[in-house]
């Protein structure tokens, strides 16, 4: 369940937001004059989310690449790596 807190929770009760984001891994939701403003998460939460859009992007690389035939099959490629080195 989302936490949606006022503003000033940031400056009066920042240590219990911090708690609730590194219990939870869940982002506290920051509302400014009653509307979103800001969604607070651990460092923790916050790379495993870069993470997984760097893994899909990825993804969609690879995907891309194959739907162009740019693509070639593994061991030829370990091979050349293996040249390399």
């Known amino acids: 369940m989302p936490s949606i807190r006022p503003s000033s929770d940031l400056r009066n009760n920042y240590r ?20 979103g ?10 790379e495993k989310l870069v993470g997984k859009f760097q893994l899909y992007k ?3 690389e690879g995907v891309d690449a194959l739907e162009k035939k740019k693509v070639r099959p593994f061991k030829e ?9």
């Open 16 to 35: 219990e937001i911090s708690e609730f984001c590194h219990k939870y891994n869940e982002p506290v939701y920051i509302t400014k004059n009653g509307k």
């Open 37 to 46: 403003d800001l969604a607070v998460m651990s460092i923790e939460t916050y």
């Open 58 to 60: 990825l993804i969609d």
């Open 77 to 85: 490629a370990f091979d050349d790596i293996q040249k390399g080195l």
